[in-house]
């Protein structure tokens, strides 16, 4: 059996009581690296490491660039930079973000996977959207082991549900039994076969750019087919669901937009409509100004966003 001792786990809303449980349930002799990735925003501190270290008698470090990989260690991303895993070091690194996120668990997983391959383990948690699904994906074909928390328990059950149903999944696990299989598997126990594994990624054709990115803005295309994702010229990229949900929070900003120009609009024209001494022709311009807006404000009110199964 494979050398499994590199240890990947990606989580967003709602998993941080999964994640306390699994590092709570990790031996202190535990003969793997772990790496931990979950979402966090840009501007705020994590004391996420500080946590954990409470928690565990393994050594908890907050990530940092060209950090030795070491056993017995878990390290955990910071805010605004993507954990990369090289051979036998770490990146932390700005690039573009993937998925609106930064760190992104789809980064760190496929970096992992491309460099230690069926040395892997990857544990995705409750979250929202599909970041994570494609990055199981990539541990799955390079023969790593992928293990999703039962969707049934998550409280935000969209990412582990994205990975059951894009990428080959070995375990589905309640919190509570996580940390028991990551053990045996590092310690070389027979790896369960869910779904058939090493099944081939399989990369989009070249095609014309037909939607935009909505972090630059810039032309996007389809470079991967199996899970699906997009890709900008600057590198963003985004999975299908997560490219649907942004364009709808654009839809919408853009829309609120129209109603902040036209009520500016109308304001404009009866201050006007004042200073030419009450030009009929201004103030019946603010009147048509303020219909439109409200027709607008009317429109987002009445707008259905229906889930997708």
């Not at 935000?156 to 149903?165: G, Q, R």
């Not at 004042?274 to 409200?294: C, D, F, P, S, T």
Request: glycine share 6%; aromatic share 4%.
């Amino acid at each position: 059996m494979p050398q499994r001792n590199i240890v990947m786990i990606g989580g967003s809303a709602g998993c941080f009581h999964g994640l306390r449980t699994i590092v709570c349930g990790l031996p202190a002799d535990l003969p793997a690296a772990v790496f931990v990735v979950i979402h966090l925003r840009g501007r705020s501190e994590s004391h996420l490491d500080e946590v954990l270290a409470r928690l565990t008698p393994l050594r908890v470090v907050k990530a940092s660039e060209a950090m030795p990989i070491q056993s017995g260690n878990i390290y955990v991303a910071v805010p605004d930079r993507h954990l990369t895993v090289g051979l036998d070091h770490i990146h932390v690194t700005r690039s573009p973000k993937e998925g609106l996120h930064r760190p992104s668990i789809n980064v760190s997983f496929r970096s992992a996977a491309a460099m230690h391959r069926d040395e892997v383990i990857g544990v995705l948690l409750s979250g929202m959207l599909d970041d994570g699904a494609s990055g199981l994906w990539d541990v799955a074909r390079h023969g790593g082991v992928t293990i999703v928390q039962d969707i049934e328990e998550a409280p935000f059950p969209s990412m582990p549900m994205s990975a059951l149903e894009a990428a080959p999944v070995n375990y589905r696990l309640k919190a509570d039994q996580i940390a028991a299989v990551i053990t045996e598997l590092v310690a070389g126990v027979k790896v369960n076969a869910m779904q058939p594994k090493n099944v081939p990624i399989v990369e989009a054709p070249p095609q014309p750019n037909i939607f935009t990115c909505p972090e630059c803005r810039g032309p996007l295309h389809k470079h991967r087919d199996a899970p699906i994702e997009f890709k900008c010229r600057v590198g963003h990229v985004f999975p299908l669901m997560t490219l649907i949900d942004e364009a709808t929070s654009t839809q919408e900003r853009k829309l609120y937009e129209a109603i902040v120009a036209l009520e500016e609009g109308a304001d404009l024209a009866e201050y006007a409509a004042k200073e030419r001494l009450g030009n009929g022709n201004l103030v019946r311009e603010a009147e048509q100004l303020r219909q439109h807006a409200a027709s607008i404000r009317k429109l987002i009110e009445e707008r259905t966003t229906p889930f997708v199964d």
